[in-house]
């Protein structure tokens, strides 16, 4: 799978929107993007994913840029409970031990009041 | 609808002990996984199963560590002769099939403390 580079931390203030990046250059056409989050004590929450085009749904937004070469998880008005460690992880459709989920070091979001 | 549930969500044994962890998944699941994380690491892949059957056991640390599943739902994850080594959170996921489209979605974990 390829590897993703993320920032180690972030701040947003509460109610503003939170744009968190992620590169993944070696990304491969097969490829899709994840993002999961980990409250601190709790398990890895799903957020979102996606092949090319960008998506959405009730938790964030997922901007996938044209090269596929980086992308941006939006939490569009951030709260407290955001705050919570975020990985950006690149999975391959199929074959291999793709069923492996494997998390790098991830952003530390901080959402501040 | 549930999602995975984990039990106990705490579990202190004394090293040598054996524990079983439960895990229940979503309804309708065929896949379910069994990952851990010690404090301040990433996941470590322990097993899969597909339905009942587990294709991939490579990620088990010893042969003191098993699991089941039985009619294509509940899993336990049982660990003999604990060693402290073994603290860490036992986390369980599952998703609809195995794939990379196929998104998997964890449980909160047992937290296992060895004595």
């Known amino acids: 799978d390829a590897k993703t580079t993320q920032p180690p931390s972030m701040d947003c203030a509460e109610g503003r929107a939170a744009n968190l990046p992620c590169n993944h250059s070696t990304i491969s056409g097969n490829e899709y993007v994840y993002w999961y989050r980990q409250i601190h004590s709790q398990g890895p929450q799903y957020i979102i994913h996606?092949?090319?085009n960008n998506e959405t749904n009730e938790m964030a937004s997922l901007i996938i840029t044209e090269d596929r070469k980086s992308s941006t998880l939006i939490l569009p008005h951030a709260t407290l409970r955001d705050t919570a460690v975020y990985y950006c992880?690149?999975?391959?459709?199929?074959?291999?031990?793709?069923?492996?989920?494997?998390f790098g070091k991830g952003t530390l979001l901080t959402v501040n009041p | 609808g549930a999602g995975v549930s984990q039990s106990p969500s705490n579990k202190v044994t004394e090293k040598g002990k054996d524990v079983e962890l439960r895990c229940d998944p979503i309804s309708g699941h065929t896949a379910l996984y069994w990952y851990r994380q010690s404090l301040g690491q990433g996941l470590e892949f322990l097993i899969y199963?597909?339905?009942?059957?587990?294709?991939?056991k490579s990620g088990l640390p010893s042969d003191r560590f098993s699991a089941e599943r039985t009619g294509g739902s509940v899993s336990t994850l049982t660990i003999q002769r604990t060693q402290q080594e073994d603290s860490a959170v036992y986390l369980c996921?599952?998703?609809?099939?195995?794939?990379?489209?196929?998104?998997?979605?964890f449980g909160p974990g047992t937290r296992l403390l060895v004595l």
């Open positions: 996606g092949l090319k």
């Open positions: 992880i690149v999975r391959v459709e199929s074959g291999g031990s793709n069923y492996k989920l494997t």
């Open positions: 996921a599952s998703s609809l099939a195995v794939g990379a489209g196929k998104t998997q979605y």
């Open positions: 199963f597909q339905g009942n059957s587990a294709p991939d």
